[in-house]
């Protein structure tokens, strides 16, 4: 006999998110069933929050729940630099590092032509646009060290050069194959710090 049909409908929901297989889903619903209504209608009530407020932010790409992020709005933020993330994880992790005081930009990805991403469905070309209306001299490509990853940076390095813009790779401390939103501050503080220029 298998679980009613709501407790094995939320259970299949939950193994689509990643990390969570089919035990780590069970005991989440088992929690939920065994918690306090109040507590399962607060993360109900989050959820819906999430769908309804959290957007992209129209000038990086990372989160906000208005046109601009905090980080894009805050005039103490040093202009001149960008320092270009996959996801908004990213940069909340090289916020945390405090080693960056630039501006960011979320690229949504990487090139991954196996997994049918290609430059155009990438923030690619609000980055260009970025470069000319902000005057940007130095980008940082700060993008996780995969196969994608150094696809995507050579990519993006090609379009810049040519722009005079000066184009930096995070380097030293991440190992092959990382994911940024992985790593602690400090090792990401290091691959700031051990950033190289990129050739288009």
């Known amino acids: 006999m298998g679980y009613p049909a709501a407790v094995e409908s939320l259970i299949e929901q939950l193994r689509r998110l990643p990390g969570i297989g089919r035990r780590g889903a069970e005991r989440l619903v088992t929690h ?8 399962t209608q607060e993360l109900i009530a989050a959820l819906g929050t999430l769908g309804e407020r959290v ?3 129209e000038r ?13 709005d805050n005039e ?11 996801r908004p994880t990213d940069l909340y992790a090289f916020e945390e590092s405090g080693a960056f005081d630039g501006r960011y930009h979320v690229l949504g990805g990487t090139i991954s032509p196996l997994g049918g991403v290609m430059p155009d469905d990438l923030n690619i070309e609000s980055l260009l646009k970025r ?3 902000e005057s940007i001299q130095e980008v940082i490509l700060a993008l996780s060290p995969t196969v994608e990853g150094d696809a995507t940076a050579h990519y993006i390095a090609q379009l810049l050069v040519p722009m005079g813009v000066s184009v930096m790779r995070i380097g030293l401390g991440l190992p092959l194959g990382a994911s940024l939103g992985y790593a602690d501050p400090g090792t990401l503080k ?6 190289r220029r990129m050739q288009g």
Request: hydrophobic share 30%; aromatic share 2%; net charge neutral.
């Open 131 to 133: 470069i000319g209306e």
């Open 32 to 39: 939920l069933l065994e918690a306090p209504p109040a507590q």
């Open 60 to 72: 990086c790409g990372s989160w906000c729940e208005s046109q601009n992020c905090r980080l894009c």
């Open 55 to 57: 957007r992209n932010c």
């Open 190 to 195: 290091l691959a700031l710090e051990g950033r």
């Open 76 to 86: 103490h933020r040093a202009n001149g630099r960008l320092c270009v993330v996959e």
